[in-house]
Every structure is written in structure tokens, then in C-alpha cells.
């Protein structure tokens, strides 16, 4: 079953916008992850947030994390085509590499 | 690229048959898993080897089963197929004691 549940499920932008991703998950966690997945194929780690941090930066992302309300959100900054993905929000509920994750957030960067 | 390698990439099976999917993990991975995703959702843990022993597995039937090989390398057998289980196979492999997994490009495997 999903663990939580990424809204929206899809977003239009045009490139140098900002783009924020948002989920939420059910059970108590260590830590909280986002992968990016291009076109059905696999996923790739973008960062990891752990459950006594509450923002954390890498390049154009920044990750929020708020345990008492169970959410986390992705914000990319100045946005390009090539961020054109879909963006899976994971938690670690069921340990190492036994990743929970949502259904996702499609993201498409228009030109 | 994660190093992480998948084959077959597609592959068409008829229902009743069974299927093996295969999996080499990254250098120095020792833990492996494997992820069902369908279309439009996320990926759903199936289960993951442990120094070639399971170590967990999640709501999928016993018909799904699996190997880790001593190289880690590591393969995910589907016996009786249904249409159902027309999806996206993912294996990510993990260093021992890390969160983060690194993730093959996954086999699509359609049931006819």
C-alpha cells in the first residue's frame, strides 16, 4: 500500500518558475527521501531529510520536512525542461531500502 | 548512471507462465531490493535480500520469489503470471546500513 500521498499529482510550469511538490505520509519515520523518475524508467535520489532536520538544500532543491503534521515538501527553483519528471516522495517505514513511497507528482517544464 | 543493471528491459509473457528478472547490484551493495510499479503509481515494495537471505517482503504473493547470488547480484522470479502484474520492475541495491537506494532502469514486463 502507498504510504502517503503527493499533491498535486500533476504540474505545468514554464521554465524559471519555482515548482513545489508536497506529501504526506501516515507512520512515525527516521528519515524522508525524493527520487525523480524520467519517462517510466528508474528512479534517481535526489536527497534525504532526516526526522530531526526540518529544511535541507542541494543546488536548486529544497526539502521541508514538519513530523508533527506528517509532510514534506520539494521546491525547485528556477525551473528548466530538463526537470521534466516525475517526482516520488519515500519513507524508510520499513527500513533500510524497504522504501514506502507515494504515488508521485508528474511535472512537466515548458520552454 | 547508478550501477545498477536490469535485464531483460522488455519483455511480453503470456498468462500462466512465469518469468525471471534479472538484477547486478552496485560494488560493495550487499542489500537488494525489488519494487513492483504500475502505471501512474509508485513503486511498491516486494521484498529484499540480505546476504542472499530474504529480509523482508511486502503484500505480494508467495508466487514472487527471489535469489541473492554470493556476487550480490540477484534475481526476481514471477511463476503463474496474471495480467495484473503488468508493470515496471525495479531493484535498487543499498550499502549496508543506508538509506539510500540506488536504483536499476527497471524491467517492463507486459502479461498477454
Known amino acids: 500500500s502507498q504510504q502517503g500521498e503527493e499533491d498535486p499529482q500533476a504540474l505545468s510550469i514554464q521554465e524559471g518558475e519555482n515548482a513545489t511538490m508536497n506529501c504526506s505520509y501516515k507512520?512515525?519515520?527516521?528519515?524522508l527521501q525524493w527520487y525523480r523518475q524520467n519517462s517510466g524508467r528508474g528512479l534517481v535520489h535526489l536527497i534525504l531529510?532526516?526526522?530531526?532536520?526540518r529544511e535541507k538544500h542541494s543546488g536548486r532543491l529544497r526539502v521541508t520536512l514538519d513530523t508533527s503534521k506528517k509532510s514534506s515538501s520539494l521546491l525547485i527553483t528556477a525551473s528548466r525542461a530538463a526537470d521534466t519528471a516525475s517526482y516520488f516522495c519515500?519513507?524508510?517505514?520499513?527500513?533500510?531500502?524497504?522504501?514506502?513511497f507515494g504515488a508521485g507528482t508528474r511535472l512537466a517544464v515548458h520552454p | 548512471e547508478t550501477g545498477v543493471t536490469q535485464s531483460p528491459t522488455h519483455l511480453i509473457k503470456t498468462r500462466g507462465q512465469q518469468v525471471t528478472l534479472r538484477c547486478s547490484s552496485q560494488s560493495g551493495h550487499n542489500t537488494v531490493s525489488w519494487y513492483q510499479q504500475a502505471l501512474g503509481q509508485g513503486p511498491q515494495f516486494i521484498f529484499q535480500y540480505y546476504r542472499e537471505e530474504e529480509n523482508g517482503r511486502g503484500n505480494f504473493p508467495p508466487r514472487f520469489s527471489g535469489l541473492q547470488f554470493p556476487n550480490y547480484s540477484s534475481e526476481l522470479n514471477v511463476n503463474a503470471l496474471e495480467l495484473d502484474d503488468s508493470a515496471l520492475y525495479l531493484c535498487?541495491?543499498?550499502?549496508?546500513?543506508?538509506?539510500?537506494?540506488?536504483f536499476g532502469q527497471g524491467t517492463r514486463l507486459t502479461v498477454v
Open positions: 519515500a519513507t524508510d517505514s520499513g527500513g533500510y531500502n524497504k522504501l514506502i
Open positions: 531529510i532526516r526526522s530531526n532536520e
Open positions: 535498487a541495491s543499498s550499502l549496508p546500513g543506508a538509506y539510500e537506494a540506488f
Open positions: 507512520t512515525s519515520i527516521n528519515n
